[in-house]
């Protein structure tokens, strides 16, 4: 069964570093073709995409936020890792991290994370 | 490539077809083009890749049609489940969505 769970702080401080863990079960990454992606969607708004990272480790990253992510993945742990540097309220979203099927779209999500970013 | 959803909201009773539209500027490559469905907290959920390919467990009354610049999502026959936000994806080197479409129950 395919899984993927988002882990994170619910709550970060202007300029702060978001630090985010998206835990993958069923699947690993290292598998050829395999590719994660990260979202965010702001409270009551459209979905954005933000960085993926491929199973032979080649990172594609949102032109507008490039400067401030950075996505890793830790094969032993099956995990894929999200930091997104200089916080301000405006990142204020859910983030989600899902699989990018073979056959194209994204076909496994996780519950999302809410995030908060305030003094 | 921006995406344009429309309309923005719409208003029908169960029974009912549904017809989605999503315009691309530029050209969405290869029919790079997915359709999703999101209820309230939750996360989307994938419908139609290839702009015309049903995602696996997705029912018949979903389709979906188009090319280059100009995509449709079809729901045959409204269910209460499908009263929701739904999402245009490309999926292409750097993916974006449109900004959705209401489904709302008349």
């Known amino acids: 069964q395919v899984t993927l769970k988002e882990s994170g702080p619910a709550l970060v401080k202007p300029t702060q570093t978001l630090t985010l863990t998206c835990t993958l079960s069923?699947?690993?990454?290292?598998?050829?073709?395999?590719?994660v992606s990260w979202f965010r969607q702001p409270p009551g708004k459209a979905l954005e995409w933000l960085a993926r990272i491929d199973w032979d480790d080649d990172k594609t990253y949102s032109t507008s936020l490039r400067t401030r992510l950075t996505i890793s993945k830790d094969a032993s742990k099956n995990q894929v890792v999200l930091r997104m540097t200089n916080m301000d309220p405006v990142d204020t979203a859910t983030y989600y991290c899902?699989?990018?099927?073979?056959?194209?779209?994204?076909?496994?999500w996780g519950q999302g994370t809410p995030v908060t970013v305030s003094s | 490539i921006v995406l344009t959803q429309s309309p923005g909201a719409l208003s029908l009773s169960p029974g009912e077809r549904a017809t989605l539209s999503c315009r691309a500027s530029?050209?969405?490559?290869?029919?790079?083009l997915a359709w999703y469905r999101q209820k309230p907290g939750q996360p989307p959920r994938l419908l139609i890749y290839g702009a015309s390919s049903r995602a696996t467990g997705i029912p018949d009354r979903f389709s979906g049609s188009g090319s280059g610049t100009d995509f449709t999502l079809t729901i045959s026959r409204l269910e209460p489940e499908d009263f929701a936000v739904y999402y245009c994806q490309q999926y292409g080197t750097s993916p974006t969505f449109g900004q959705g479409t209401r489904l709302e129950i008349k």
């Open positions: 899902a699989r990018m099927s073979w056959y194209g779209g994204n076909d496994y």
């Open positions: 069923g699947f690993s990454l290292t598998t050829d073709g395999m590719r």
């Open positions: 530029p050209t969405v490559s290869s029919s790079y």
